[in-house]
T-cell receptor
Framework: AQSVTQLGSHVSVSEGALVLLRCNYS??????LFWYVQYPNQGLQLLLK??????LVKGINGFEAEFKKSETSFHLTKPSAHMSDAAEYFC???????????FGQGTRLTINP | GAVVSQHPSWVICKSGTSVKIECRSL??????MFWYRQFPKQSLMLMAT?????????EQGVEKDKFLINHASLTLSTLTVTSAHPEDSSFYIC????????????FGPGTRLTVL
């Protein structure tokens, strides 16, 4: 079975500051890990994914995440926040490729001018 | 590429009526489609997995007779909420998984259902 815990339901940073959104996972099999972004009243857009290749994964819009097996973590970072990054972010895990994603509870990112 | 559409984007209906939501993969064939439900300010909960030409697999706690899923072709899946009640009001999102080596679900824009 798989599960995801996102630490912090709400994160607020200043424009230009580092963004760090935390995700810890649990999986009985080698996991596939995903970060998605959701803007209000819209579907999900994939930011990046880990599929057992490189542990440092680079995604769209300047985001990246590092898979750390020893810490069972897959934290999302961006060096410099933009106002347009304000959205809801979801971490998800799957043990079967992209089948049956299990989502974390989400983290709302607010960017302060 | 890899665009998924949903129709309608929002719907308001009276209690007791049925509502059909369509999910289409516009530029690829989807061997598998998923239906999720999202309550306000909450995460996505998988409702069911549908494979073209076979019965959908429902998650525990999801009423099969209330949420009818039909995956009639490799580009279309439908979710019908039967005898809708106010507690069925939610944001419904579908996703599609292409066949082959893809390891990414592509999500639709969602459908906002409000039952009066």
């Amino acid at each position: 079975a798989q599960s995801v815990t996102q630490l912090g339901s709400h994160v607020s940073v200043s424009e230009g500051a580092l963004v760090l959104l935390r995700c810890n996972y649990s999986s009985s099999v080698p996991p596939y890990l995903f970060w998605y972004v959701q803007y209000p009243n819209q579907g999900l857009q994939l930011l990046l994914k880990y599929t057992s290749a490189a542990t440092l994964v680079k995604g769209i819009n300047g985001f990246e995440a590092e898979f750390k097996k020893s810490e069972t973590s897959f934290h999302l970072t961006k060096p410099s926040a933009h106002m347009s990054d304000a959205a809801e972010y979801f971490c998800a895990v799957s043990g079967q490729g992209a089948q049956k994603l299990v989502f974390g509870q989400g983290t709302r990112l607010t960017i302060n001018p | 590429g890899a665009v998924v559409s949903q129709h309608p984007s929002w719907v308001i209906c009276k209690s007791g009526t049925s509502v059909k939501i369509e999910c289409r993969s516009l530029d690829f064939q989807a061997t598998t489609m998923f239906w999720y439900r999202q309550f306000p300010k909450q995460s996505l909960m998988l409702m069911a997995t549908s494979n073209e030409g076979s019965k959908a697999t429902y998650e525990q706690g999801v009423e099969k007779d209330k949420f009818l899923i039909n995956h009639a072709s490799l580009t279309l899946s439908t979710l019908t909420v039967t005898s809708a009640h106010p507690e069925d009001s939610s944001f419904y999102i579908c996703s599609a998984l292409p066949g082959g080596i893809y390891n990414e679900q592509f999500f639709g824009p969602g459908t906002r259902l409000t039952v009066l």
